[in-house]
């Protein structure tokens, strides 16, 4: 472990370098920055390195402690993990969920703000035809990767490509821990219940005691409510 006082080091490299390193280094080709747990590709970088801001362009792929995004340009202080990705494609480790959007602001190393996005846990599969089953599409989302917990705004949840359920504000968990909040849909369609739609809601009420309400809408029957 390094000294408090003691700068974290950088390693970059790639095909061509030019500039000063203890000022403004540019990186061309196959270009990899590694610093404190951020790792940056991309195929041109700019890095300043006294207010240790790195501008990457083309193929961008940034992975921070397991998470992943990926666009076309990126402007990031890379101790500070502040700043921001253009149309972005993202995945997250701890739940394998995955979406893109307009873009990715980095306020901190645990917080990101994502704009016109969308989310889905749903595991891809080979192909470029896959859609998820599921996908929650929001005009914002902000990420908590401290309290593992994702808040969307503006949110339309959509199954197999139909609209379901506006949900002007959710909050979701981004991992396996446990939370009270929504649940993945159930879609079915049957001669006697018609479109039948069902939203768990789980309630973490204790820590040995929870809940899962299961209210379901039936086009030909209308409302039933299970527990």
Not at 7 to 34: C, H, K, W, Y
Request: negative net charge; hydrophobic residues 35%.
């Amino acid at each position: 472990q390094l000294p408090p006082d003691q700068a974290v080091p950088v390693f970059v490299q790639g095909d061509r370098m030019s500039g000063r390193p203890d000022l403004e280094t540019v990186i061309e080709g196959n270009v990899v920055l590694r610093k404190a747990g951020t790792v940056i590709r991309a195929d041109r970088m700019e890095y300043d390195q006294p207010s240790d801001q790195a501008k990457a362009t083309g193929n961008v792929r940034i992975n921070r402690k397991g998470n992943v995004f990926e666009g076309p340009a990126l402007e990031l202080k890379v101790d500070a993990f502040e700043g921001h990705i253009e149309a972005p494609r993202y995945h997250f480790l701890k739940n394998d969920a995955q979406g893109q959007a307009d873009r990715a602001e980095f306020v901190d190393e645990s917080h990101t703000i994502i704009h016109n996005a969308s989310y889905t846990s749903c595991r891809r599969k080979p192909g470029p035809e896959w859609l998820p089953d599921w996908v929650l599409r929001a005009t914002r989302i902000s990420m908590d990767t401290d309290e593992d917990v994702g808040t969307a705004e503006g949110a339309l949840l959509s199954f197999k490509g139909v609209p379901l359920l506006p949900i002007p504000a959710v909050s979701f968990p981004l991992s396996d821990k446990r939370k009270t909040g929504l649940l993945p849909p159930t879609v079915g369609l049957g001669a006697d219940s018609g479109l039948e739609v069902t939203l768990p809601y789980y309630w973490n009420i204790a820590p040995n005691r929870d809940a899962t309400l299961t209210p379901t809408i039936m086009t030909h029957r209308g409302i039933d409510f299970g527990a």
